[in-house]
């Protein structure tokens, strides 16, 4: 099983509004991501968490919170986000590894697609 | 910091015909490359992967390559068919102390019109 789960796979959300976006795999992978992709663009890296602790964030405001609970989840709060937020945000898992040589392929879910109103 | 090319932005050829999709990157200090294909608003699959000890990796009628020392990769498609119809994007891995980071080019997008 080769299967990054992303619920829902859309969104519709008012500038005011919390919600949160979930990713799940069992592949047993120990880094995750969170990446925003907008129309005709590639995916761009917000968040990488590696054995459940955050290791990079590339400086995304705090109107997005990432949490991973445990090894296989891994969630992104959303509160108070504008119309440009709009886009399809992507979860991928790799196999991870605190040392080089143990991460490999990344594996993608199918997006949630977000829009803010 | 790493940067992806991907060379043409957009291709379209008639069914039958065999392809070559290029991709460049700056920073030879990659760890692996990865091909993907994304359909319209759906999220990426998986192509192939190449370790950076690797020149080729091979699945049914694709082929990639990969020449570190010159920072480039080429994804082959053989006998195209219409449903190779896609965006195909190219992306590096780098390892750094915090952990890796994948880094897209911004995509070929293939039409093989029947």
């Known amino acids: 099983d080769t299967e990054v789960t992303q619920t829902p796979k859309h969104l519709v959300m008012g500038m005011t509004n919390k919600k949160s976006l979930k990713c799940e795999q069992h592949m047993g992978h120990r880094a995750m991501y969170w990446y925003k992709q907008k129309a005709k663009k590639p995916p761009e890296l917000m968040f990488v968490y590696s054995y459940e602790k955050l290791s990079i964030n590339e400086s995304v405001p705090s109107r997005f919170s990432p949490e991973c609970p445990n090894s296989s989840l891994l969630n992104l709060h959303l509160h108070a986000l504008q119309p440009e937020d709009s886009a399809l945000y992507l979860c991928?898992?790799?196999?991870?590894?605190?040392?080089?040589?143990?991460?490999?392929?990344?594996?993608f879910g199918q997006g949630t697609r977000l829009t803010v109103v | 910091k790493q940067e992806v090319t991907q060379i043409p932005a957009a291709l379209s050829v008639p069914e039958g015909e065999n392809l070559v999709l290029n991709c460049s990157f700056t920073?030879?200090?990659?760890?692996?490359l990865q091909w993907f294909r994304q359909d319209p608003g759906k999220g990426l699959t998986s192509l192939l992967l190449i370790q950076s000890s690797q020149r080729e990796q091979t699945s049914g009628r694709l082929n990639a390559s990969l020449d570190k020392s010159s920072g480039r990769s080429t994804l082959y498609i053989a006998a195209s068919q219409p449903g190779d119809s896609a965006t195909y994007l190219c992306a590096v891995k780098v390892w750094e102390t915090s952990g890796s980071r994948l880094t897209f080019g911004e995509g070929t997008q293939l039409t093989v019109n029947p």
């Open positions: 991928a898992s790799s196999r991870g590894g605190l040392v080089r040589g143990r991460d490999t392929e990344a594996f």
């Open positions: 920073d030879s200090a990659i760890y692996n």
